[in-house]
């Protein structure tokens, strides 16, 4: 495990804020799009309790009971009013956000590792250890899902890509591959050269963003190819790209930096450490003000993009003593 700072750390004390409540290592982390001026956060972890929490704030909202085994994945509709967890305890389920209620469990024969849910709400996609992928549609939950078979080893993530009508899968065979979703057939492919450790679609759906081995992958979304490959000197366990495209974080697996690119040239701006434990999971908030990290050491952290800027919990001093002098009546300086 790494233990030196790598010599391009960013000397400034950056403080993260963090999110305790979990038991055991945070493995996946998903902001919401805004919705009615907000925004949310979701994480699973070993423990089995995906928790909600304020996207801006980190404040925890709520824990979904319910599963009876690790939780690997955790994703919410794009209204926030759902959330879908993929489970070892060979269930997937679909979760009330505002009861916390569960809506539908589906049973499978093996541990699920990703969920996601159509734009819409309406239907999941899952995969895991059967190396097999399903769709269920939530208005008829009793009806057989579709299924898809092709991969040959575990299915760790999972999209739901709506504006392009497909499911993307990727896993432990090094395949990204691409299922149309109105007859779940395979109609694209991407191959890597290690196992692909995450995926995700970036905010505006232009980008997925994949990590295997020691590279950090940027597919065009319209053609599967690859917009941008980065090649780093650790094993990349999640990358998440800035909104703006101007820069993406990224997390490792064997150590406790997290790591802040140029997006154009690949070049490393920042890194910081925090955590006491290695980074599973890394996502950027959709207004890119801050982003999240999740690690073995059962924290979650947000960080600023702008470290010192005033937004959610942290105010800089001048705003913060003029806060003060408000509050006892007095006029700010």
Same mark, same amino acid.
């Given at each position: 495990?790494?233990?030196?700072?790598?010599?391009?750390?960013?000397?400034?004390? !950056?403080?993260?804020?963090?999110?305790?409540?979990?038991?055991?290592?945070?493995?996946?982390?998903?902001?919401?799009?805004?919705?009615?001026?907000?925004?949310?956060?979701?994480?699973?972890?070993?423990?089995?309790?995906?928790?909600?929490?304020?996207?801006?704030?980190?404040?925890?909202?709520?824990?979904?009971?319910?599963?009876?085994?690790?939780?690997?994945?955790?994703?919410?509709?794009?209204?926030?009013?759902?959330?879908?967890?993929?489970?070892?305890?060979?269930?997937?389920?679909?979760?009330?956000?505002?009861?916390?209620?569960?809506?539908?469990?589906?049973?499978?024969?093996?541990?699920?590792?990703?969920?996601?849910?159509?734009?819409?709400?309406?239907?999941?996609?899952?995969?895991?250890?059967?190396?097999?992928?399903?769709?269920?549609?939530?208005?008829?939950?009793?009806?057989?899902?579709?299924?898809?078979?092709?991969?040959?080893?575990?299915?760790? $993530?999972?999209?739901?890509?709506?504006?392009?009508?497909?499911?993307?899968?990727?896993?432990?065979?090094?395949?990204?591959?691409?299922?149309?979703?109105?007859?779940?057939?395979?109609?694209?492919?991407?191959?890597?050269?290690?196992?692909?450790?995450?995926?995700?679609?970036?905010?505006?759906?232009?980008?997925?963003?994949?990590?295997?081995?020691?590279?950090?992958?940027?597919?065009?979304?319209?053609?599967?190819?690859?917009?941008?490959?980065?090649?780093?000197?650790?094993?990349?366990?999640?990358?998440?790209?800035?909104?703006?495209?101007?820069?993406?974080?990224?997390?490792? $697996?064997?150590?406790?930096? !997290?790591?802040?690119?140029?997006?154009?040239?690949?070049?490393?701006?920042? !890194?910081?450490?925090?955590?006491?434990?290695?980074?599973?999971? !890394?996502?950027?908030?959709?207004?890119?003000?801050?982003?999240?990290?999740?690690?073995?050491?059962?924290?979650?952290?947000?960080?600023?993009?702008?470290?010192?800027?005033?937004?959610?919990?942290?105010?800089?001093?001048? $705003?913060?003593?003029?806060?003060?002098?408000?509050?006892?009546?007095?006029?700010?300086?």
């Amino acid at each position: 495990m790494t233990t030196q700072p790598p010599p391009n750390t960013n000397p400034s004390r !950056v403080i993260p804020l963090t999110c305790s409540g979990h038991t055991r290592p945070v493995v996946h982390l998903q902001f919401s799009p805004i919705t009615d001026g907000t925004y949310y956060l979701i994480s699973a972890c070993k423990d089995g309790n995906p928790m909600l929490r304020d996207g801006p704030t980190g404040d925890w909202i709520g824990t979904f009971q319910g599963h009876k085994g690790a939780v690997w994945s955790a994703k919410l509709s794009k209204d926030a009013s759902k959330a879908v967890t993929a489970s070892a305890d060979f269930t997937a389920k679909v979760w009330d956000t505002y009861t916390g209620d569960v809506l539908h469990s589906f049973v499978h024969g093996h541990i699920v590792r990703s969920a996601d849910m159509s734009d819409d709400g309406t239907r999941i996609v899952s995969g895991g250890q059967e190396k097999k992928l399903r769709i269920y549609d939530l208005n008829k939950p009793e009806e057989p899902a579709l299924e898809a078979e092709g991969h040959e080893s575990t299915i760790k $993530s999972v999209i739901w890509d709506g504006e392009r009508n497909v499911v993307l899968s990727a896993g432990d065979d090094k395949e990204i591959r691409v299922w149309d979703i109105r007859n779940f057939s395979q109609v694209n492919t991407f191959k890597t050269e290690h196992a692909i450790t995450s995926m995700e679609l970036s905010a505006d759906g232009k980008y997925i963003t994949c990590t295997a081995g020691k590279t950090v992958y940027f597919l065009d979304a319209s053609n599967y190819q690859p917009s941008k490959t980065i090649a780093t000197a650790y094993d990349v366990s999640s990358v998440s790209l800035h909104p703006d495209h101007k820069r993406f974080v990224a997390g490792g $697996s064997n150590d406790l930096w !997290v790591r802040i690119y140029e997006f154009e040239s690949g070049k490393e701006l920042e !890194v910081y450490k925090g955590h006491h434990g290695p980074i599973h999971t !890394v996502s950027y908030s959709p207004d890119g003000e801050i982003y999240a990290t999740g690690s073995e050491d059962g924290t979650i952290r947000l960080w600023q993009t702008t470290p010192g800027k005033s937004y959610g919990l942290w105010q800089n001093k001048a $705003s913060k003593d003029e806060k003060e002098n408000d509050v006892n009546g007095l006029p700010a300086e």
